[in-house]
């Protein structure tokens, strides 16, 4: 036998049906979503998990759990219909202010965003706190900087927001492409000088307001 | 609302007109903003808000302005700067534009405002529509019992960018407070005070001015005078806590000596 | 209809394979094993968790997940000949100690730079066993020697770095000011320190220590 066909032999990836069941327990064991990366190192050499995924996803369709993506990651969650018999397992989450919920739904409608955007937006200064907050329930995380004078920094939505709302992209989010299409996410300069932006420091952060 | 002032005001003020001024009341701490503020007053127009009349919401807004004031409310900065700007528009769109005047039209600054408008109300929609999903651990859960094994037991440190963000920051606050060691050259510090006097305190025989124990050199600039002057003050208060001298000040103003009480007391 | 046969049709115990989904579900979500009197007591009136889990249970004979029963109760567990897969769920992670914290942050906003300016920058000496173990984690590596007398060497952070705290750069990092908005720094500035409030961009790479 050749070093080749050694080395095949040796390194022959499972059956599918055996990748199969790998993917399975490996989903089934993690509380958290897990990437396509991931898999591919804890499974044997040569396996091809994103194959594996397809039949087990079919597989899971319609019962009780489901497969489900979030970003580059899967995992596996109770079907929304049967929340009503979990009650039990939840804990109480904290309450988020009105701010604190315009802010998240900014962040991911317009993401990448900068601070002075969303207050431009929300026609009123972002409270120190709400921000805070929102990077605590590691919702929303620092993004690139915008290649602006002052080069703000940006907010952006991170993978667990994505989980936690059961979207399996920034894309998926409801009625995007309507806002899109109705141009009322672009970012839209006041014609000519402004006298709204009181905060010096928010002018200096946006290009909103610079032609 | 106790004040006497405000219960004439408001006894003079028609009972259905004044139930309207008490909604208000209770509602400006509900807005957020004069943009929110201008998003409920363009609801009561009760069409479209892309044919909202700016004109007419310009003037509800300047009317509820006038009205929280003259009900002594107090309205946050950014609600003033609001009517300010669009009794400035108001006036624009009334009279004919200026020849030769430069800048954005009165039609381009009502179209932006009313953009803004539609935008923050699709916002609201959006972030209600986001929070009407179906969410974790309230409509669909994780696993409830991540498996572990305690076969192969290795320790991960680990740490957040937020965790990385508070440490800089915690470093970078001790920072700003370096400026008060640079300086040390015209400072003369309290320790360094109470050091010296409690070395001078045993020669002290009778009352003596407090300025005559200004240190060799830190008289000539004003600057190293106050700072040896504060300090030397502050030293002797501290040693009149503790029973080592006493301090006396005939008048205002008037010198202040000390004597040591070591051995008189 | 008389009334035995309303409360009959008002009562109606889902279909099996509903049923066998809500057992799913619970068995998934639930952090103990679950007891049949638990399942009937959480599932509607009617319903026969016990039938269900015979179905349930046959259903996930062979497959990368098992149905156990434990004492009265019952749960899910991955296939016992898959727990090889399961090693990494075993791994316990600790936070960074505050000193190599700390050190990180200041390799991260001043790279490149020295163990002497860290300890400058921190006022405390840095101890190797700290370096050695951002270096162990790969999340800092040796830069360029300084060009200066006995010729240091710096220390820069790795791409591994990047991609744990999820930055596209090290230019990313957020500035004092920007930290102070989003409510991560809680002092103000005092007054006449503001040559300390740099610019976020001079604060990203500072190079205060070349002059």
Known sequence: MSDEALRDTLFDAPP???????????????????????????????????????????????????????????????APDLGHLMVRETTETRKLSRAAIETLAIVAYHQPVTRAEIEEIRGVAVSRGTVDQLIELDWIRFGRRRMTPGRPVTFVVTESFLDHFGLESARDLPGLKELRSAGLLDSRPLPGASELDEDPEAMGQSEMFEE | MSEPDDWTLTERIPPAERLEAEALIVDVDGYEGPLDLLLALSRS????????????????????????????????????????????????????????????????????????????????????????RDQKGRDFFARGAPETQTRRRSVILDASLI???????????????????????????????????????????????????????????????????????????????????????????????????????
């Open chain 2, 45 to 132: 127009q009760k069409v479209d808000l892309r044919r909202v009349s700016i004109l007419q919401l310009v003037e509800q807004y300047l009317v509820f302005v006038a009205r929280a004031q003259s009900l002594r409310i107090e309205l946050a900065a950014d609600y003033l700067v609001m009517a300010a700007w669009l009794a400035y528009l108001k006036s624009r769109l009334l009279l004919p534009p200026l020849p030769g005047e430069d800048g954005p039209s009165a039609q381009d600054l009502a179209e932006h405002l009313a953009f803004q408008l539609e935008r923050l109300a699709a916002m609201r929609e959006a972030a209600a529509k986001l929070m009407a």
């Open chain 2, 163 to 265: 965790d990385l963000l508070r440490a800089y920051a915690r470093i970078r606050t001790k920072d700003e407070f370096r400026p008060y060691a640079f300086d040390r050259k015209n400072i003369f510090t309290m320790e360094q005070a109470l050091e010296r006097m409690r070395g001078l305190i045993g020669y002290l025989g009778d009352w003596s001015d407090l300025t005559s124990f200004l240190p060799e050199g830190w008289d000539r600039s004003p600057a190293r005078r106050r700072s040896a002057t504060a300090s030397n003050f502050a030293a002797i208060l501290e040693m009149a806590k503790r029973g080592q001298i006493a301090i006396r000040q005939s008048d205002v103003f008037a010198p202040i000596q000390i004597r040591s009480r070591e051995g008189n007391a």
């Open chain 1, 16 to 78: 599918m049906g055996e990748q199969e069941r790998m993917v399975e327990a490996i989903l089934f064991a993690s509380a958290e979503a897990v990437s396509l990366a991931e898999l591919t190192r804890r499974m044997p050499q040569g396996s091809d998990p994103a194959e594996a995924l397809v039949t087990l996803r079919r597989r899971y369709e319609g019962r009780g759990v489901n497969i489900v993506r979030v970003g580059d990651a899967y995992a596996l969650r109770t």
